[in-house]
C-alpha cells in the first residue's frame, strides 16, 4: 500500500553543461599567436636560404669570368705572342743561353721598328734558323764603328746596355743601310753574328720583338725597349 507521504527524490529539470578540459581551451590571443608564427615560418625558411642562394650566384659568376679571362688569356698567347728559346750569349747581359722569352709577332704592323727594339728574325742566310739582335740603323742610315763606338750618321750611339767587358774595340764601316733593311747587332760585342758579318736583315726577314722573359725565374719580367739615343 503506497504511503502518500513518502517523498520521491528531486529530479533536475536542468540540461546539462559540458566543460571542456582546460588543455582544450583554445583562446583568442593563442589563436592569433599561432597564425603569426604561420605567417613567419617561410619568412624565417627565405632568410636562411638567401645567402646559400647568394654564394652559389657568386661562385657562378667567379668561374665564369675565371674561364673567360682563361680564354682570352690562350687567345692572346697562341695569335699574338709566340715562346722562344734563346740560344748562345749574343744578347748577354739582357738575355742569357737557354733563356725563354716572349715575343711579339704584330707589333710591327703598328708600328715602326725603333732603333733599340730587341727582335727576332729569320737569318738571311738560312730561313730555318731565327737569330735576336738589338736594331742599330734604320733604313737609309750609315753605320760606323771606330774602335768599338758606334756611329750613325756620325753621330755616336749612346749604348747603355753594353757592358765594358762585352764591347768590340775593333773598325767597320761605314755601310749605307739599303731602303726597308735594318742593322742589327748583340749586346755581346766580341760574340756576336750580326750585321757586320751578314750585313743589314730586310724588313720581311724581322717577325717579333722580345717583350717578356719567363724562365728562368730570376729573370722573370719585361723586356722594354732601351733606347739607343745619338748626341
Known amino acids: 500500500m503506497d504511503r ?26 593563442q589563436m592569433a599567436a599561432s597564425v603569426r608564427n604561420a605567417q613567419l615560418a617561410p619568412s624565417a625558411t627565405t632568410e636562411r636560404s638567401t645567402p646559400l642562394h647568394s654564394l652559389r650566384s657568386e661562385i ?8 673567360i679571362a682563361i680564354g682570352l688569356a690562350l687567345v692572346i698567347i697562341v695569335f699574338l705572342y709566340q715562346p722562344v728559346k734563346v740560344e748562345g750569349t749574343s744578347m748577354a747581359p739582357l738575355l742569357s743561353d737557354q733563356e725563354r722569352i716572349f ?19 729569320w737569318y738571311p742566310f738560312d730561313h730555318s734558323k731565327s737569330f735576336i739582335k738589338r736594331v742599330i ?19 755616336i750611339v749612346l749604348e747603355p ?22 742593322f742589327v747587332m748583340g749586346d755581346h760585342r766580341i760574340s756576336s753574328n750580326d750585321s757586320r758579318v751578314f ?7 724581322i717577325y717579333g720583338r722580345a717583350v717578356f722573359a719567363y724562365w728562368p725565374v730570376d729573370h722573370f719580367g719585361s723586356l722594354s725597349t732601351t733606347d739607343a739615343d745619338t748626341k
Open 137 to 155: 740603323g734604320l733604313p737609309g742610315e750609315t753605320v760606323e764603328i771606330r774602335q768599338g763606338t758606334v756611329y750613325v750618321n756620325g753621330k
Open 199 to 205: 750585313g743589314p736583315v730586310p724588313i720581311q726577314n
Open 161 to 182: 746596355y753594353v757592358p765594358p767587358q762585352y764591347e768590340d774595340l775593333s773598325d767597320f764601316g761605314p755601310k749605307l743601310v739599303d731602303k726597308d733593311c735594318y
Open 4 to 29: 502518500p507521504d513518502e517523498k520521491q527524490p528531486a529530479t533536475s529539470t536542468s540540461p546539462e553543461i559540458s566543460v571542456p578540459a582546460a588543455s582544450s581551451v583554445v583562446t583568442a590571443s
Open 103 to 121: 715575343i711579339n709577332k704584330f707589333v710591327y704592323r703598328f708600328e715602326p721598328i725603333q732603333r733599340g727594339d730587341v727582335v727576332v728574325f
Open 60 to 67: 657562378r659568376v667567379w668561374t665564369r669570368d675565371l674561364l
